[in-house]
């Protein structure tokens, strides 16, 4: 409802509650991915400003109390609707809760790349990184490869999971953090002129 009454039209709107005691939410026409996938850099940029879109919405919500925004907690492909092909709204808010961009933006990042899939080189998934947090902006680019870690590691520690795509990130740290040093100088150019090809993989969301 907040998110609503902000303008943010990239989420199911509250119709109601049932007899159940259940909520009503609007369905959202498109299309959902079960797996991780493959996006186009066109994809990952919706992707990028539409967590930003959120979090922007959420600045002033009191339910976030001393944080900084309320966080989506599972921003991932598998929960994004896709309208004609672009990411146009999240949904499955269960994990939502109060936190920092960086939390969202470090997981969302991974999952929409899918950092660990070892079919992926690394040093193009670091200029991936790269332009998927300047497409959501304000943010220290310098910090992506340690939010992507941190939210892996976060993970981690409720399922097993994730455990080798937190390796495969620690491993190839230095080659993800390399291209993203030359990118710095770059970085608003970059917003404009985005040109990215696309990476396929194709495994599981769960
Ligand atoms: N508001 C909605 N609009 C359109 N499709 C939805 C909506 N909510 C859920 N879905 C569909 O239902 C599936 C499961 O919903 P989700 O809330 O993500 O549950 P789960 O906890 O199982 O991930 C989604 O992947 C999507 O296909
Ligand atoms: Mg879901």
Redesign the pocket.
């Known amino acids: 409802m907040h998110l609503e009454s902000k303008g943010f039209v990239g989420a ?1 709107r509250f119709l109601g509650i049932d007899s159940a005691n259940r909520e009503i ?6 299309f ?1 991915p ?1 797996n991780l996938g493959e996006f186009s850099g066109a994809q990952l940029f919706s992707a990028a400003r539409l967590l930003r879109a959120m979090h922007d919405a959420t600045t002033n919500c009191d339910l976030k109390g001393g944080s900084e925004v309320i966080c989506h907690g ?1 921003a991932s492909p ?2 994004c ?1 896709f309208a004609d092909g672009v990411p146009s ?1 999240l ?2 808010f ?1 994990a939502a809760h109060a936190g920092s961009r960086r939390e969202d933006l470090g997981y969302a990042a991974w999952l929409w790349l899918d950092i660990g899939n070892p079919e992926t080189d690394a040093e193009f998934q670091g200029k991936r990184l790269t332009d998927f947090f300047v497409s959501y902006g304000e943010v220290d680019i310098r910090d992506a490869v340690p939010a992507v870690i941190d939210a892996q590691v976060r993970l981690a520690s409720r399922c097993g999971a994730p455990r080798a795509a937190r390796e495969w990130t620690e491993r190839n740290r230095a080659r993800l953090m390399g291209l993203q040093e030359q990118d710095l100088v770059s970085s608003e150019f970059r917003i404009d002129s985005r040109s990215l090809p696309s990476v396929s993989c194709g495994r599981s969301c769960g």
């Open positions: 199911p939410l609007s369905f959202i026409p498109g959902v079960d599972d598998c929960n609707v709204a949904i499955d269960d």
